[in-house]
């Protein structure tokens, strides 16, 4: 049952009909199939919320949720993540505002606030990039005039760090999300960067050409590739046709796609010694591990995260 429910609300934010899944949550609510599931179908809602711009709803929802009960943050941590990140996003959005500042390395670089990515976007709001460990180890190893393709870029968090701080660098960014698409255009914009190559936005980055089915979740960011037939349809593109004159290095988040990828722009890798940062899921690192390196990919360097290691290799 559990299943099914949220499987109909994402169908149904998919294709923003947000009546609808508001309508699924508030039936599945009143059920009370259990306490826990009640209170993960009240996160869920106070997302479709904020996207709505209902933001005194959203407020409502996260203090009922976070006083109701002392462990929601033992028992649910992603669900009370969840709702501290809608409470000040909705405050921010509430007050007026839509562009939070982040200072880094002396700069202080612009991010537009949408509610519709409340895990990254509740940084930018307190003044930190998201994955701030990750954009660091790609500057420690990234030269001044490096070529950098960003292969999954989400609304730029990386790539305009990234362009701030290496101005005669040149960052290829690629995103099959249409909506993050237009976030990421408008973080380009308000940091008035020139050298971020945005003329591969709205595609999606394969080992060969065809087409991907996307279901687009309300929080951007947990968008994924469907079944053929579910979601719409993303036009997908062999890398091998779209890399420029060089690539120095790659930063890739493409959702599992990482190594066919890499199989298939393998003898331009080794061709340009590029460097490749990518996650690696700690419950399948050794695999991840041993594959790169069958691959003639030795480990330059890594951070350990909660979940995952991000790991950098080029060639041997």
Same mark, same amino acid.
């Given at each position: 049952?559990?299943?099914?429910?949220?499987?109909?609300?994402?169908?149904?934010?998919?294709?923003?009909?947000?009546?609808?899944?508001?309508?699924?949550?508030?039936? *599945?609510?009143?059920?009370? /199939?259990?306490?826990? &599931?009640?209170? @993960? =179908? #009240?996160?869920? $809602? %106070?997302?479709?919320?904020?996207?709505?711009?209902?933001?005194?709803?959203?407020?409502?929802?996260?203090?009922?949720?976070? *006083?109701?009960?002392?462990? /929601?943050?033992?028992? &649910?941590?992603? @669900? =009370? #993540?969840?709702? $501290? %990140?809608?409470?000040?996003?909705?405050?921010?959005?509430?007050?007026?505002?839509?562009?939070?500042?982040?200072?880094?390395?002396?700069?202080?670089?612009?991010?537009?606030?949408?509610?519709?990515?409340?895990? #990254?976007?509740?940084?930018?709001?307190?003044?930190?990039?998201?994955?701030?460990?990750?954009?660091?180890?790609?500057?420690?190893?990234?030269?001044?005039?490096?070529?950098?393709?960003?292969?999954?870029?989400?609304?730029?968090?990386?790539?305009?760090?990234?362009?701030?701080?290496?101005?005669?660098?040149?960052?290829?960014?690629?995103?099959?999300?249409?909506?993050?698409?237009?976030?990421?255009?408008?973080?380009?914009?308000?940091?008035?960067?020139?050298?971020?190559?945005?003329?591969?936005?709205?595609?999606?980055?394969?080992?060969?050409?065809?087409?991907?089915?996307?279901?687009?979740?309300?929080?951007?960011?947990?968008?994924?590739?469907?079944?053929?037939?579910?979601?719409?349809?993303?036009?997908?593109?062999?890398?091998?046709?779209?890399?420029?004159?060089?690539?120095?290095?790659?930063?890739?988040?493409?959702?599992?796609?990482?190594?066919?990828?890499?199989?298939?722009?393998?003898?331009?890798?080794?061709?340009?010694?590029?460097?490749?940062?990518?996650?690696?899921?700690?419950?399948?690192?050794?695999?991840?591990?041993?594959?790169?390196?069958?691959?003639?990919?030795?480990?330059?360097?890594?951070?350990?995260?909660?979940?995952?290691?991000?790991?950098?290799?080029?060639?041997?």
């Amino acid at each position: 049952m559990h299943g099914g429910i949220l499987t109909a609300v994402y169908m149904a934010e998919n294709s923003e009909d947000f009546d609808a899944a508001e309508e699924i949550l508030s039936r *599945a609510i009143k059920q009370q /199939i259990s306490p826990g &599931h009640t209170a @993960l =179908y #009240l996160g869920e $809602l %106070a997302l479709v919320n904020l996207v709505r711009k209902r933001y005194d709803k959203v407020l409502d929802i996260c203090r009922s949720l976070l *006083a109701a009960t002392s462990d /929601i943050q033992t028992q &649910h941590p992603n @669900l =009370y #993540l969840n709702l $501290l %990140a809608c409470q000040e996003i909705a405050r921010f959005l509430q007050a007026g505002n839509d562009v939070a500042e982040v200072p880094f390395q002396g700069r202080t670089l612009k991010f537009a606030i949408s509610g519709h990515n409340s895990e #990254l976007e509740v940084q930018h709001i307190r003044q930190k990039l998201y994955e701030p460990e990750e954009v660091e180890l790609i500057l420690k190893h990234m030269g001044e005039n490096d070529i950098v393709l960003d292969l999954g870029a989400n609304v730029g968090n990386h790539a305009i760090a990234l362009a701030a701080t290496r101005p005669d660098a040149t960052i290829h960014v690629f995103e099959p999300i249409t909506k993050t698409c237009k976030l990421l255009r408008r973080n380009i914009a308000l940091n008035d960067l020139k050298n971020i190559d945005a003329s591969n936005l709205d595609i999606a980055i394969g080992a060969e050409d065809g087409v991907l089915n996307m279901v687009q979740r309300i929080n951007l960011a947990s968008s994924r590739e469907a079944m053929e037939g579910v979601g719409p349809t993303v036009p997908k593109r062999a890398l091998r046709d779209l890399w420029p004159e060089r690539v120095d290095f790659i930063k890739m988040d493409v959702e599992g796609a990482e190594l066919s990828i890499i199989r298939s722009v393998l003898d331009l890798i080794r061709r340009d010694n590029t460097k490749i940062i990518l996650e690696c899921y700690k419950s399948t690192a050794e695999r991840d591990f041993s594959d790169l390196a069958a691959l003639g990919l030795e480990q330059i360097d890594i951070i350990e995260q909660s979940a995952v290691f991000n790991v950098l290799v080029q060639p041997k």
